[in-house]
């Protein structure tokens, strides 16, 4: 049996610490929209922030044989995702999964992300903010207002924690950084920050892939 289906639309979409939504199945994960669909396109309604607590977690993965399920994290003015989403292929067979984490004018994203997949194709996770600085430090949002019910956050730069992405890349699961679609509310630009004490600001060994895509051209990393 495949996965179920969720969609979590609201002006301001919270999941606190303890929250858990579960639509994973043993042939196939589910589909969970946070805040909207892709790109912030498809549905009725677009939230305006959207924030995962660090113990919240969605689970869109295939539990046997199958493919990795669809998760949708989006805020027209902000995303801050610090939790738990996978969506991975199953043990015994299948294709990794879809995962979004996107807004066109900010969000920080540093949590636990899967879309890996043991046996088949990688899976995907997307971030497609305005701009972004990929942080080799550990800005997590701390300083954001994210008291239960109210989640308007300063208008700040997008945030990608380079530990994330170097994670998901070695677990299997590509990665694609696309600043052009958001580039209405931005200028398209991608800032790798400051390198680790190795001298490198992302490193990985699998065979997964970082695309970065800015405004005016492409870059593909491997």
Excluded: C, M
């Amino acid at each position: 049996e495949k996965g179920g289906y969720v969609e979590i639309l609201a002006e301001q979409v919270g999941l606190e610490d303890k929250a858990i939504i579960d639509i994973e199945g043993k042939k196939g994960g589910g589909t969970a929209l946070i805040g909207s669909d892709y790109q912030g396109k498809g549905t009725a309604f677009n939230s305006q922030h959207t924030y995962i607590g660090k113990g919240a977690q969605v689970l869109a993965s295939a539990l046997e044989n199958g493919d990795g399920g669809k998760i949708i994290f989006w805020g027209d003015e902000s995303v801050r995702f610090l939790g738990k989403a996978h969506a991975t292929a199953g043990p015994q067979g299948g294709d990794g999964g879809f995962i979004e984490v996107s807004s066109p004018k900010s969000f920080v994203a540093h949590g636990d992300l899967s879309a890996g997949a043991p046996l088949g194709k990688a899976g995907k996770v997307l971030f497609d903010p305005a701009d972004v600085t990929i942080s080799g430090g550990s800005d997590d949002g701390a300083n954001d207002n994210d008291t239960a019910g109210e989640y308007t956050f300063t208008a700040t730069p997008a945030v990608i924690n380079a530990g994330e992405i170097e994670t998901l890349l070695n677990d299997g699961t590509d990665v694609t950084i696309n600043t052009a679609a958001g580039a209405q509310d931005g200028n398209g630009v991608i800032t790798v920050g400051v390198a680790d004490t190795s001298g490198d600001i992302l490193t990985w060994s699998g065979a997964s892939t970082l695309t970065l895509t800015l405004l005016i051209f492409q870059q593909i990393h491997q």
